[in-house]
C-alpha cells in the first residue's frame, strides 16, 4: 500500500508539470503565428508603396524615360511621331549641352494619378502624350514640345489660360532646377501676360530661360508659342506668341533632404 501511496503521489506532482510544459507550448505556438500573420500583414500592406518607395529612390534616367511611353492608338502615335521628328527636336537633338527627356515619366506610376501634370492632365483629349523637353545641363535654358486637345478648353475650342499657367510654372521651374545647389525649387512669384488664345488640338512648344542666380534663388522668362508645321517653316511663317511668364524660384533651406518628384540629378 505505501509504494502505491508513493507511486500515486508522484503521478500526482508530475500533472502541474505537464500542463506547465503543453501551456508553455502551447504560448510559445500563439506568439510565433502572431509574430508570422504580423509581418504577413505588414508586408501585404506596404507592398503597394514598395514599387513607389523604389521609384523614388531610383528614378529612371532622362535617357530611360525616353523609352518608356507607348503610344497606344492613332492619334497617340501620330502625335508622338510628329514631336520626335520635327525639325525642332531633330535640331536640339543635335546640339551639345542638351539633354532630352521626358521627365513626368520620372514619376513613380502609382503616384501619377495624384500628379496634375503628369496624371491627370494626361491622356485622351488632354495633354495627349508626355511632353518631349530638352533642358540644358547648365540649368541656362529649356524648350518642351506639347500637344493640346479640346478637354483643355475654358471656352469653347480655346484652351484655359490655367492650364498655359499650370505649363509655364512647371517648365519655368524644371529650367531653372539644374543652377540650384540642391536641383530643386518652389516658386515664389509668377507673373502672367496673355497674347493671343490658344486653340485646342494643336502643336504648342514652351521655351523658357534663366536670367539670373544668386544664391537659392533663380530668375527665369518664358513664354508659349505655336509649333509650326514643317511646312509652314518652309514657307517662313513665324510662329504666334501666345503666352509670356516671368517667375522667381527659391530652392528651400531644407532642400538636400527633400523628396524629389522628378528628378533633375
Not at 525649387?185 to 488664345?197: D, E, F
Amino acid at each position: 500500500m505505501l509504494v502505491g501511496i508513493r507511486n500515486a503521489g508522484a503521478f500526482a506532482a508530475a500533472i502541474p508539470e505537464l500542463n506547465i510544459r503543453s501551456l508553455l507550448r502551447q504560448a510559445l505556438s500563439i506568439i510565433a503565428i502572431s509574430i508570422f500573420f504580423t509581418s504577413a500583414g505588414f508586408i501585404m500592406a506596404a507592398s503597394p508603396a514598395l514599387p513607389t518607395m523604389n521609384g523614388l529612390l531610383n528614378p529612371p534616367t532622362d535617357a530611360e524615360t525616353l523609352t518608356l511611353y507607348h503610344p497606344s492608338d492613332p492619334l497617340t502615335r501620330e502625335v508622338n511621331t510628329h514631336i520626335l521628328k520635327h525639325p525642332l527636336a531633330v535640331s536640339l537633338r543635335a546640339k551639345p549641352g542638351f539633354v532630352e527627356s521626358r521627365p513626368h515619366l520620372k514619376i513613380p506610376e502609382p503616384m501619377r494619378p495624384h500628379n496634375l501634370t503628369g496624371g491627370t492632365l494626361l491622356g485622351e483629349d488632354k495633354i495627349v502624350v508626355p511632353p518631349l523637353t530638352f533642358t540644358q545641363a547648365n540649368g541656362e535654358s529649356l524648350t518642351q514640345m506639347t500637344y493640346v486637345g479640346r478637354a483643355l478648353c475654358g471656352h469653347p475650342g480655346i484652351v484655359h489660360g490655367g492650364l498655359l499657367a499650370t505649363l509655364l510654372d512647371e517648365g519655368l521651374a524644371r529650367c531653372c532646377f539644374p543652377a540650384l545647389p540642391n536641383k530643386v525649387g518652389v516658386t515664389a512669384s509668377l507673373t502672367i501676360n496673355y497674347k493671343k488664345p490658344c486653340l485646342a488640338e494643336q502643336y504648342v512648344v514652351l521655351k523658357a530661360r534663366t536670367t539670373r542666380v544668386e544664391g537659392r534663388k533663380a530668375w527665369v522668362v518664358g513664354h508659349i508659342e505655336t509649333l509650326l508645321s514643317p511646312a509652314a517653316i518652309e514657307r517662313g511663317e513665324v510662329p504666334v506668341v501666345l503666352v509670356e511668364a516671368e517667375a522667381l524660384f527659391i530652392e528651400p533651406r531644407n532642400a538636400a533632404g527633400m523628396a524629389r518628384v522628378y528628378s533633375s540629378q
